[in-house]
């Protein structure tokens, strides 16, 4: 299916959108640059597809706002309908490089929320470490634990990916460095050939002076995504308390300002808690976003938004249908029933 032909059924579907008053506030983390060749990863979306998708609100009437409007919206207990926020997770430099010239041109507003520590790191995260271990490696397969990984094709080593970035979800952070060396070493590869890598500068977290830049743009405010993105409930309370608070104070100091918090990870009781919940409030955050999915009502508390994901693989099709209601069907059925709904949704 050409872009063309998916814009003009997307279009058609558009009339049958829902107005219902409510907001839905889309996650992405990554924007990479077009043609980047990064095996694929569900969190660095293609710089192309995050530009369809944002001309395709523009070009389909949505009422594109930053949080503090659709905190305002909640406060007045209005919300137009088709009113859509979008916010940026971790604070990769590609959200500058990529993403932002996007927003300037079709003028939409967003929220960064950045780890603080993790601002002018030169240091990557293991996914994206692992990424492009992956990506460089040149031998048929890896031994990850008692299993052996074919990693020949770039969709082999997207499945790889997923294997490696699930076994690792279990392990501490010891046990991913010592488990990404062994990797390294079965690929023939030095942690120094990753750092190397072209691929890096597209991976790479901004630098202070990179925030204060897209700062200045009245469309761009920036938010508190922790300070060394720790899981909250694997923290004792005081740590947490800590990467809550320490991180508003951090980015006061750089910005002036700080009045969003978006929890690492993001999901209730699975990533934080109540007493998390509690925390951020008297931390004095205006707004906090969650990663559980659904939409924004003038019902919804400005400390508890949810929002909705949007991955690699969320083409226009998927995206047309999470605007059309997609993710609240999404709390009462099966995974299963939105995959075969999306589907469906791509073949008409
Ligand atoms: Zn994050």
Redesign the pocket.
Known sequence: MSTKLSLTGLKRSFKSFVSRHEAIVLTYHSTLPSQTPLIPVPHHLDGDLFHDQMHYLVSSGFNCVSLQQLAEYIKNKSIPSRTVAITF??GFYNNLSVAFPILERYRIPATIFI?AGYIGSTRLNWPEELAILLTLANVPQLKLADRDLAIVSSSEKAVAYEQVARHFSMLDADGIQTCLKNLLDQASLSREDLYRSPLYESLRFMTWDEVHAMAKSELISFGS?TVN?RRLVYLSPDDAQQEIAQSSDIIQQQLGACAAFAY??GRWHKDFNDSHFNMAVAAGYDIVVTADSGTVTTASSPHDLRRENILNGHHLAHFDYLLRGGISFAHIRSRADVVRGMLTGCTQ
């Open positions: 997770d971790d780890a995504h993105h690492p990870h």
